[in-house]
């Protein structure tokens, strides 16, 4: 028979009262947090080290060169008392706040109305108007400002058209606005296609039935509805313009913008106090136009329910035909700035001698030994398209999917979005002052290509940030909840479940960085050095030495080089999906 031993009577007490065999266990239990706990804790203390370094300690240096004390008995304000006080440069403000409000103002209703002809018309090739109106995201900002010069240029192939219209000289205002509306309009475009896709049926449906018609259901259906997509695409574009440094750079003449004093206070004349102080009014009005988004978007309510019915287009001959032609005319535009590049960069002696020729990418190029500086763009953007995803993505899966340094999170996440709200040339600029400080112990960094890689990375970190956070909104939690009672680590989990479902947006991620890095100007103005010299900033080196014909191939090969990549991801991400995405797809 089986017997079960008991404690022995004189023993028990003895036991309830020993702190070494029940207290002091317990309290070991209680204090000790599993390892891979730990191993999520110290990812989010690297992320929040790697923005801090490229974020934080740039805008604090860029802060204290503002404040910076002047001459003995001056306040911390005497640098910008002394802004305040040159004409030249609070015209240069106001210069920038209306051509940027202009821009928007022009670029708001043809995007809407592009995008509108997207999602509420039948009209046909829908998807090659809206890959075409995406091309301008491949290129550098200066692609457009160089074609409107040999458009409308003093060598112009229009110029008369130009003077007809009233003008007397592209350069200027009418140049950077022109400009800019080519450069802004994808994005804006992005974001109204995304508002006005989110419609429910019903509701035209109900107006329908009342014998409302078209015109009326517009502006009490549809603008309502798209109302937060129209401000948040008035706010990018507003800042985009603002904080933009290459089209003013190439056709602003003498027409003065901040993004442009910047650039002159800092290399032209070395004053790096009045530097600062117009970079941090650059940063402002993009600080507020983000902070204003931000206040709109809490506001807005959702556009589908449960019970919704997509809105399906229905066929209409005199709408479609009237999208039609105004999609045809504004793609045509685009065409017409992207051909006159590639024609330009052919053209053997402009204009006296159209002949198609290399010469400008065999003589302005390769024996200019810029073909090193497009070498440098592959390498960055390969190291951004890299690095970027795999930081955004750590971040973004322990914020969303661990537990624990609460403290820390809130800072964390304002880190995360804080980088749309800084301007490209502020975080270089403050860049400058941190890692080149001798006493920080980073100032190795400083010239490196791997500063480079950073300051892009953070510069473009929110949009991969939001992107990915999106996609694991929609993964249950059930996963790791899972996970955690049988005891399987989350990087496990993580591995074999959340890393196959992100797998798509991680690449989509991954091609943002890369396009971007291969484009962007003024993130990099600043940090690159003869050895690191990029084929973005290459591009305005040409057009100060009047190589416009160079500059232009550049261009078109920067365009040639993303769109390409392009491709190459779209058949990466077609090859992921068959291996990791069939459960998307129905049983047959």
């Known amino acids: 028979m089986n017997t079960v031993a008991m404690p022995s009577p004189a023993l028990a007490p003895a ?49 204290s060169q503002a404040f910076a004390p002047g001459a003995a008995g001056q306040s911390r304000w005497v640098h910008f008392s002394a802004y305040l006080a040159s004409p030249a440069l609070r015209q240069s403000l106001l210069n920038s706040l209306w051509v940027s409000a202009l821009v928007t103002a022009i670029v708001l209703p043809l995007a809407f ?60 205002a009418p140049g950077i606005v022109l400009a800019e509306c080519f450069a802004v309009f994808p994005h804006a475009l992005m974001i109204l296609v995304s508002a006005l896709a989110m419609a429910d049926a019903r509701l035209y449906e109900a107006a329908d039935a009342m014998g409302t018609r078209r015109l009326r259901k517009f502006f009490t259906i549809t603008l309502p509805g798209a109302r937060y997509g129209l401000v948040s695409a008035g706010m990018v574009t507003f800042t985009l313009v603002i904080t933009d440094f290459g089209i003013p750079k190439v056709v602003g003449g003498n027409f003065n913008m901040l993004a442009t004093d910047v650039f002159k206070l800092v290399i032209g004349q070395q004053d790096f106090q009045r530097g600062a102080v117009v970079a941090l009014l650059l940063l402002a009005p993009a600080v507020l136009s983000f902070i204003v988004d931000g206040l709109v978007q809490r506001r807005q309510t959702a556009m589908l329910g449960a019970r919704a019915v997509p809105l399906v287009p229905q066929p209409a001959r005199g709408f479609d035909t009237a999208m039609t032609a105004f999609c045809l005319l504004i793609v045509g535009l685009m065409l017409a700035m992207f051909g006159m590049a590639v024609f330009a960069s052919f053209a053997k002696l402009w204009p006296y001698n159209l002949t198609p020729s290399l010469d400008h990418y065999l003589v302005g190029i390769i024996d200019a030994e810029l073909g090193d500086a497009l070498v440098n763009s592959l390498k960055l953007a390969a190291g951004t398209a890299l690095a970027g995803p795999l930081l955004v993505f750590t971040g973004a899966y322990l914020l969303e999917k661990t537990r624990g340094l609460a403290p820390l999170r809130p800072l964390l996440r304002l880190m995360a979005m804080l980088p749309m709200a800084v301007p490209g040339l502020v975080l270089g600029l403050g860049s400058i002052f941190f890692f080149n400080a001798p ?9 490196t290509g791997a500063l480079l890689v950073l300051c892009t990375v953070v510069h473009f970190y929110t949009t991969g940030h939001l992107t990915l956070l999106t996609t694991l909104k929609a993964i249950d939690p059930e996963f790791e909840s899972v996970s955690a009672s049988l005891k399987v680590p989350f990087y496990k989990t993580c591995w074999r479940v959340t890393l196959p479902l992100c797998l798509p947006t991680l690449l989509d991620v991954s091609r943002y960085f890369f396009v971007n890095a291969m484009t962007t100007i003024s993130a990099v103005v600043f940090l690159y050095t003869p050895d690191t010299r990029l084929a973005s900033v290459a591009i305005l080196n040409l057009d100060e030495s009047g190589e416009i014909g160079a500059a232009a191939a550049m261009a078109v090969l920067i365009v040639a080089a993303s769109a390409l990549v392009t491709l190459l991801y779209l058949a990466l991400g077609r090859c992921i999906d068959r291996r990791t995405q069939a459960w998307r797809q129905s049983a047959r």
């Open 15 to 63: 036991q309830a009262d020993s702190p070494a065999v029940h207290r002091t266990p317990h309290r070991a239990r209680r204090q000790r947090v599993p390892a891979s706990e730990r191993l999520a804790h110290l990812g989010l203390l690297g992320v929040a080290a790697v923005l801090a370094i490229g974020l934080l300690g740039p805008l604090a240096a860029l802060l």
């Open 113 to 172: 109305t592009f995008a509108y002809a997207l999602t509420r018309s039948c009209m046909p090739a829908k998807g090659l108007f809206r890959s075409i109106s995406l091309l301008p995201l491949l290129a550098p900002s200066l692609l457009s400002a160089i074609s409107l010069i040999y458009w409308f240029g003093n060598q112009g192939l229009a110029k008369d058209l130009w003077a007809a219209l009233g003008f007397e000289s592209l350069y200027g």
């Open 439 to 447: 006493a920080n112990p980073l100032h190795g960094l400083y010239q």
